[in-house]
């Protein structure tokens, strides 16, 4: 084998490799084509619309590495049942009928600059974090917005959880890692700031978020994959559309 020939090997190796997992995908995903909600010839198109500030989030959240631990994906039926644990895939309220459990599609990661699909999960998937954290604030008598921010400055500070039965739940298994950086200690003015820390300061002091903890809580928040989703990338299995019917 020549030198040439051992070279133009290796470039078509990995050339091939890179255009197939990294050009095609990202391709793709830049140039979605839109799809109508239902197969009738003036029906609406699916808009999966985001803002400017969850934008900028997602990139707080893609910059501090929080896709390593946490994925944002619930796969495909056939390749696990994650449609069916509890608020992992969305919400069900069988007395006001409402169920918004679905898979996860390209769209859902619309207008970020990179898909926050996630490495592993050594913490819980966020696909619908919005909906656990309304219910873990109800709780605690916080607003989801407060939770966030306590959880950011201390993930296992055992006031945030609170068990079926009134107790306090142990939150020192969580390995997040405190994103303290992300707050100021700042004197008091007027009534002091909505997001402050409940943490014990020196009189006249408050522990407040910075704008960026301000922005990457409504990123958190904008987190509930509980829009309709057109007839043809409905993919949920025939047990859940039939429960629906019921």
Same mark, same amino acid.
């Given at each position: ?8 090997? &290796? ?7 890179? &255009? ?44 501090? %590495? ?9 796969? $495909? ?33 619309? %207008? ?11 913490? $819980? ?37 609170? %068990? ?6 142990? &939150? ?9 950086? &992300? ?64």
């Amino acid at each position: 084998m020549t030198l040439k020939s051992f070279l133009l090997g &290796m470039c078509l190796s990995f050339g091939s490799a890179w &255009m197939f997992v990294i050009a095609i995908p990202t391709a793709k995903m830049n140039n979605l084509a839109p799809v109508k909600m239902n197969n009738e010839e003036d029906a609406a198109l699916y808009q999966h619309k985001v803002s400017g500030r969850i934008r900028n989030g997602a990139e707080i959240y893609a910059s501090n %590495g929080c896709y390593a631990c946490h994925t944002q994906l619930i796969r $495909p039926t056939y390749a696990g049942h994650q449609i069916w644990r509890d608020d992992m895939a969305g919400v069900v309220d069988k007395a006001e009928q409402i169920d918004t459990r679905r898979e996860t599609t390209v769209y859902d990661y619309t %207008g970020e600059e990179y898909a926050q699909i996630g490495l592993m999960r050594m913490g $819980p998937d966020l696909s619908n974090l919005a909906y656990r954290v309304e219910k873990y604030a109800a709780l605690t008598k916080l607003t989801p917005e407060q939770w966030l921010v306590e959880h950011l400055f201390n993930p296992r500070n055992n006031d945030l959880r609170i %068990g079926k039965g009134g107790e306090k739940l142990n &939150m020192s298994w969580s390995n997040c890692p405190s994103q303290r950086y &992300m707050f100021d200690k700042t004197p008091v003015s007027g009534q002091g700031d909505s997001l402050a820390l409940r943490k014990k300061t020196k009189r006249g002091e408050q522990f407040v978020p910075k704008e960026e903890a301000r922005v990457l809580v409504s990123y958190l928040m904008s987190l509930r994959r509980d829009d309709a989703v057109p007839l043809s990338m409905d993919n949920r299995p025939p047990e859940v559309k039939e429960e629906e019917k019921k």
